[in-house]
């Protein structure tokens, strides 16, 4: 599995950005997509997840500000971050999980910065 995001940047604190992520290459492989973040000198912690059904689980920290969706007819999940913080400075990194749970791809990883 491939997985390529796009959307990250330079915000203001109070501001929102949108995230996206393509998957490609072995698509039945995928069951969750979803966000993990890592800001510097921290580990990469999930922050949203959903499954193919459309279940979805967030981290607390987010919770409330924070969107995930996906689009199966394009194999492509959203996540929508709004009311950021500085503290949400990171990069976040797309990721796809099995039925299994065994994580089945990385994207590249995409800059989020939130200045206050």
């Known amino acids: 599995v491939q997985l390529q995001a796009f959307g990250g940047g330079l915000v203001q604190a109070g501001g929102s950005l949108r995230l996206s992520c393509a998957a490609s290459?072995?698509?039945?492989?995928?069951?969750?997509l979803g966000w993990y973040r890592q800001a510097p000198g921290n580990e990469r912690v999930l922050v949203a997840d959903v499954s193919r059904s459309g279940r979805t689980n967030y981290a607390d920290s987010i919770k409330g500000r924070f969107t995930i969706s996906r689009d199966n007819t394009k194999n492509t999940v959203y996540l929508q971050m709004n009311s950021l913080t500085p503290e949400d400075t990171a990069v976040y990194y797309c990721?796809?999980?099995?039925?299994?749970?065994?994580?089945?791809?990385w994207g590249q990883g995409t800059q989020v910065t939130v200045s206050s």
């Open positions: 990721n796809s999980r099995s039925l299994g749970f065994a994580t089945t791809g």
């Open positions: 290459g072995n698509i039945l492989a995928i069951n969750t």
